[in-house]
């Protein structure tokens, strides 16, 4: 890899989400830290976003959202990627600053932290824990474009693809560093909140097919995570002080 790469590639991802892309790239050109490249991939939207993009950016037909966030990893030529994808934000202006100094400090393949999730701290689990579900927001992981390799998105799957990809590449990744601050703010009502249902039995095959553990534990999890949906669903502020701290 040059040293002159940038340290950063901030993907995002976006389709007829004016409004939210407008946000994401206050966010990111208002980072402290400038050591970034910004790879736009649009799905060709129709909304007026075309108006918008930077130069070089991708705005073109795809297969959907993880088609597009591969085009971006292919784009990259950062020595970490992030996926922002519009309507995301990262927590404050200083966050990439952050990372840097915990990159240049642990050299890590990943690195994770917590999110902000409608005015809710929400504390990333141990990365330890991933057959139990996304151990924190995808938003809030930082990968080794290098430890990547060939690994993609799988296009097929329409939920859990990046549950999947972090399942695989925490399995390859050697130095992984959790950093205990909020890195991203996360759009509510996106599509994994509203096909949640999906999403636990695309993470329930993944883990099947990628021995991620054994069957009766996977069970479990699925049992698990379909009760706390039905806590979020009917006692959301109950869910709420279980889940998170403000």
């Known amino acids: 890899m040059t040293t002159d790469a940038p340290l950063f590639s901030i993907i995002t991802v976006t389709k007829d989400n004016l409004r939210g892309f407008l946000e994401t790239r206050q966010s990111v050109q208002g980072q402290s830290c400038r050591d970034y490249e910004w790879i736009i991939v649009d799905g060709n939207s129709s909304d007026g976003t075309k108006a918008h993009l930077p130069p070089h950016s991708v705005s073109e037909p795809d297969k959907g959202i993880y088609d597009a966030m591969n085009k971006g990893i292919d784009r990259a030529t950062g020595q970490y990627l992030i996926f922002l994808n519009a309507g995301d934000l990262f927590a404050d202006m ?20 917590d999110a902000l999730e409608g005015g809710f701290y929400k504390k990333a689990r141990s990365h330890r824990k991933m057959d139990w579900g996304m151990f924190t927001h995808h938003q809030a992981m930082i990968y080794r474009r290098e430890a990547i390799g ?9 939920i859990a693809a990046d549950y999947s990809f972090t399942l695989r590449f925490i399995r390859q990744a050697g130095n992984i560093h959790y950093i205990p601050c909020a890195i991203c703010i996360f759009e509510e009502g996106g599509l994994s909140q509203q096909h949640r249902k999906s999403g636990r039995i695309e993470q329930y095959r993944e883990r099947a097919k990628y021995r991620a553990c ?4 996977n069970a479990v999890v699925y049992g698990g995570q379909s009760c706390s949906a039905f806590l979020r669903e009917k006692f959301p502020q109950l869910y709420q002080r279980l889940k998170s701290r403000r």
């Not at 060939?150 to 329409?158: N, P, T």
């Not at 054994?214 to 534990?217: A, I, L, R």
């Open 94 to 113: 200083d966050i990439l600053s952050a990372l840097s100094k915990a990159i240049t400090a642990n050299n890590p393949d990943f690195v994770y932290g």
């Open 150 to 158: 060939a690994l993609r998105y799988d296009a097929d799957l329409r």
């Open 214 to 217: 054994g069957p009766v534990k």
